[in-house]
């Protein structure tokens, strides 16, 4: 078995610079591989982050990929919410007290951290070369932190056999969300449910449909006036978010909308045709995510519960192309629960390149939990324990 001094990295600034095969056997479906990263490379966000990726090499032969990304980070993002509140009143005038400028392993926004690899080749391998390339790159960007970024299983076990090795800590993250459909169709789905969880649904579907009929296309490539419909709509969602890591923009859209792998639901008032509720997925192979969505609160009311019926929708939808897994994301989640997703465990682990800063951050973050990284998990764990999803 080879092990760390058999590796080496090469960098890149963008994803376009690696064979695309190695991207192919890297990040094949259900990870959301080059089309991805070329999309976000391209989408302005350049006063947010700067992208860049490692090429693995094992004797000269690529054999994997680690996207990496940098940003100023909020601290109070990761900070139990008494400690948050301090951080936001001092950074208002110091702004390093709330700010640290982070290199991040994995993606802006993907729904999980990957280092994309070649069978064979486990991450605990190469995670050595990996983190030595990292703590030079981090010196030269002037970056603070490190963090491997919401890794899931079984990535994550490879990292927490090594943490010690490689000066990490660990840190929960913003768990995900996911949901097995194990027959396809909406009424096996609902069938599935716990049947609290499926009384509450049918009666929210029910009444939300009472007040106005709306209809539901799929489009794929949508064109600049449908984009120009989604834009609003987008934003007054992202708006109402507790957590916000990054900031996108109508030119992601427009970016993303070129690739085959996505697909936008769209619900439509009958009379007017308005734009009622949106939602952008993408399809990849037995899994289908969930990644954005948008109401228009106004049309909404409060009482017509659009985002059970755009994910009655969804569920028909995914369903019929196939998908045996559906992905939603982090945060919002309590209407997530209630549709019947579990939660899955993701995982960062850190280094800061102070000795001193990382010492105090490590006990900082200790106790961070999901109960203390969103109130909304907060109230569900409490009321059904960690087991009940």
């Not at 080059?34 to 090429?55: K, P």
């Not at 940098?70 to 900070?79: G, K, N, Q, S, T």
């Not at 600049?224 to 990054?246: C, H, M, R, S, V």
């Not at 200790?366 to 909304?376: A, F, G, H, I, M």
Request: proline share 6%.
């Amino acid at each position: 078995m080879p092990d760390a001094s058999d590796f080496s990295i090469r960098w890149f600034t963008s994803a376009t610079q690696i064979d695309g095969d190695l991207w192919e056997s890297c990040f094949p479906p259900p990870l959301e591989g080059h089309w991805w990263y070329t999309a976000l490379e391209n989408s302005r966000l350049e006063d947010q982050f700067g992208f860049a990726y490692m090429q693995i090499e094992r004797s000269g032969e690529p054999v994997g990929i680690a996207p990496v990304f940098f940003m100023d980070v909020p601290i109070d993002l990761v900070a139990p919410p008494a400690i948050a509140r301090i951080l936001k009143r001092l950074g208002a005038v110091i702004r390093a007290a709330r700010y640290q400028r982070t290199l991040f392993i994995g993606s802006v926004c993907a729904d999980e951290g990957t280092v994309g690899l070649k069978p064979g080749i486990r991450l605990a391998q190469v995670a050595p070369v990996i983190q030595r390339a990292a703590d030079e790159r981090a010196r030269i960007e002037r970056c603070h932190v490190i963090a491997w970024k919401d890794f899931p299983e079984p990535q994550a076990a490879d990292l927490e056999a090594v943490k010690t090795e490689l000066g990490l800590f660990r840190l929960v993250s913003f768990p995900g969300t996911r949901l097995q459909l194990p027959d396809p169709g909406f009424e096996p789905y609902l069938k599935n449910l716990k049947g609290s969880r499926r009384h509450n649904l049918k009666k929210k579907l029910r009444r939300g449909k009472e007040r106005g009929e709306l209809y539901t296309t799929v489009a794929q490539y949508p064109d600049d006036a449908t984009l120009n419909e989604i834009w609003p709509l987008f934003w007054q969602t992202y708006e109402k978010g507790k957590t916000q890591f990054e900031r996108f923009n109508i030119e992601f859209f427009r970016q993303i909308r070129r690739c085959p792998q996505a697909h936008f639901i769209l619900m439509r008032d009958t009379d007017t045709h308005a734009l009622a509720a949106f939602m952008l997925c993408f399809q990849l192979g037995p899994r289908v995510i969930n990644k954005f969505i948008g109401f228009d609160y106004a049309l909404d009311g409060g009482d017509r519960f659009l985002y059970f019926q755009l994910w009655e929708q969804f569920v028909r939808w995914a369903s019929g192309v196939g998908a045996a897994e559906l992905q939603s994301g982090q945060t919002g989640y309590r209407a997530k629960l209630d549709v019947g997703h579990d939660l899955v465990p993701l995982t960062n682990y850190c280094r800061h390149l102070s000795p001193l800063l990382h010492r105090v951050s490590e006990k900082a973050t200790r106790n961070v939990k999901w109960e203390t990284l969103d109130e909304d998990l907060a109230v569900f764990l409490k009321a059904h324990g960690s087991d009940s999803t």
